[in-house]
């Protein structure tokens, strides 16, 4: 009796085992960023490509959840992958800037088992700071039987830098000029005679008051000198020149009167 249980025993053992080698081997659906570290300077945009992976098990329907930091990036535009039918539906199609979530959901005709590209993100850098994108728990990988095969969360490392401050032209200095110093203003000294009146001597009628200033130089010139004495004589010394010709006049009718009389003696 002993002995027909063992042999009971070793055969149940042989068909568990048989059943269990026999039994479909479920794979473990992940996502995979590239690149997986990401250095970028406040500003600037970068691409980052979502892989997926099934491990050889036929995945059909896919859904990506996406959380980053709404601070630091800004989501600018999301594309997917070759084959993928987008699914539109609320609650499966989502870029909400302010809370960071992504979430874009799709099928692959036929099933995909198979490493490929699931879709890539556009991000803009906002300001500096570091922070992680990483695939929410509520992504999923249907296979054939709706049976979901995601394995679990992955994330990338983003380390923004500020810009480099703008280099400022250096000015050449300008050489130092002296200023001159002004000179000291001499004022003359007041006259002698200040306050005292200056008193200009009378003249006759019609002849010309000359100042110092005005003064004529002197005539130097013989020519002058000579029509000045001519004129002398003519007047009479009188500078007068209506009496010159007056007595001019009578000058030559008693030289006329006298000739006349010499005249008239010879001829008696």
């Known amino acids: 009796m002993k002995y027909k249980n063992e042999t009971i025993l070793i055969i149940s053992s042989t068909v568990l085992g048989i059943?269990?080698?026999?039994?479909?081997?479920?794979?473990?659906?992940?996502?995979?960023?590239?690149p997986a570290s990401i250095n970028t300077t406040q500003g600037q945009s970068f691409d980052l490509a979502i892989s997926f992976d099934p491990q050889g098990v036929k995945n059909y329907t896919v859904k990506?959840?996406?959380?980053?930091?709404?601070?630091?990036?800004?989501?600018?535009?999301?594309?997917?992958?070759?084959?993928?039918?987008?699914?539109?539906?609320a609650g499966y199609d989502l870029i909400d800037n302010i809370n960071g979530q992504l979430i874009k959901t799709a099928g692959y005709p036929g099933g995909l088992s198979s490493t490929a590209t699931f879709g890539t993100i556009s991000f803009s850098a906002?300001?500096?700071?570091?922070?992680?994108?990483?695939?929410?728990?509520?992504?999923?990988?249907?296979?054939?039987?709706?049976?979901?095969?995601?394995?679990?969360?992955?994330?990338?490392?983003?380390?923004?830098?500020?810009?480099?401050?703008?280099?400022?032209?250096?000015?050449?200095?300008?050489?130092?000029?002296?200023?001159?110093?002004?000179?000291?203003?001499v004022t003359p000294a007041p006259s002698e005679k200040e306050g005292e009146e200056e008193i200009t001597p009378p003249t006759e009628e019609g002849e010309e008051v000359t100042t110092p200033e005005e003064e004529k130089p002197a005539e130097t010139a013989e020519g002058p000198s000579f029509l000045a004495a001519i004129g002398n004589v003519i007047t009479f010394g009188t500078g007068n020149a209506f009496i010159g010709v007056i007595v001019s006049i009578i000058a030559l009718l008693i030289l006329f009167f006298i000739v006349r009389r010499i005249r008239l003696r010879k001829s008696e």
């Open 19 to 34: 059943a269990f080698l026999t039994m479909p081997v479920l794979a473990a659906t992940s996502f995979s960023f590239s």
């Open 126 to 185: 906002k300001k500096d700071g570091t922070g992680a994108i990483s695939v929410g728990d509520n992504s999923f990988a249907f296979d054939a039987t709706n049976q979901n095969l995601f394995s679990g969360a992955s994330q990338a490392s983003v380390v923004i830098t500020a810009p480099a401050p703008a280099e400022i032209p250096l000015i050449p200095e300008m050489p130092s000029v002296e200023t001159p110093t002004p000179k000291e203003s």
């Open 64 to 89: 990506l959840e996406l959380d980053y930091p709404a601070d630091l990036l800004e989501v600018k535009s999301f594309s997917f992958g070759n084959n993928w039918m987008p699914i539109t539906q």
